[in-house]
Nanobody, 122 residues
Framework: QVQLVESGGGLVQAGGSLRVSCAAS????????MGWFRQAPGKEREFVAA????????DYADSVTGRFTISRDNAKNTVYLQLNSLKPEDTAVYYC???????????????WGQGTQVTVSS
C-alpha cells in the first residue's frame, strides 16, 4: 500500500550538509509515522529520526539531535532529512520507512525504501 523512494544521497566533506528526500505514495493511514534509519557497513540498522505525518511532531536519536532535521511536505507527500554538520561516522545507507502506528516506537515500521548512500569524507 506504500511505496517509498529515497533520493539526494551523495558525497560530502565533513562539516558539510546534505538533504535526503523520501517520496511516499499510498494511503495516509499506512504512513502515519515516517522515519529515517541508517546502516553503516558492519553495523546494525539504527534509528535516526521520525515524524508523525498529521501533526509534524518529531523524534530524534541522541546521536543526531541538533544536527539533523526531519520534516514533511504534505502537498508533495515527501519527507526530508536535513543533515548538517556531517561527520565521517554519519556515513551510511539512509533508509526511509513508513509505519501505520502513531506510537513512538522504533521497531514497528511496515514499509521501507531501498536506501540512499550518504558518504562523509574526512
Amino acid at each position: 500500500q506504500v511505496q517509498l523512494v529515497e533520493s539526494g544521497g551523495g558525497l560530502v566533506q565533513a562539516g558539510g550538509s546534505l538533504r535526503v528526500s523520501c517520496a511516499a505514495s499510498g494511503r495516509t493511514f499506512s504512513r502515519a509515522k515516517m522515519g529515517w534509519f541508517r546502516q553503516a557497513p558492519g553495523k546494525e540498522r539504527e534509528f535516526v529520526a521520525a515524524i508523525m505525518w498529521s501533526t509534524g511532531i518529531t523524534d530524534y536519536a541522541d546521536s543526531v539531535t541538533g544536527r539533523f532535521t526531519i520534516s514533511r511536505d504534505n502537498a508533495k507527500n515527501t519527507v526530508y532529512l536535513q543533515l548538517n554538520s556531517l561527520k565521517p561516522e554519519d556515513t551510511a545507507v539512509y533508509y526511509c520507512a513508513a509505519s501505520r502506528s502513531t506510537m513512538w516506537r522504533v521497531r514497528d515500521y511496515d514499509y521501507w525504501g531501498q536506501g540512499t548512500q550518504v558518504t562523509v569524507s574526512s
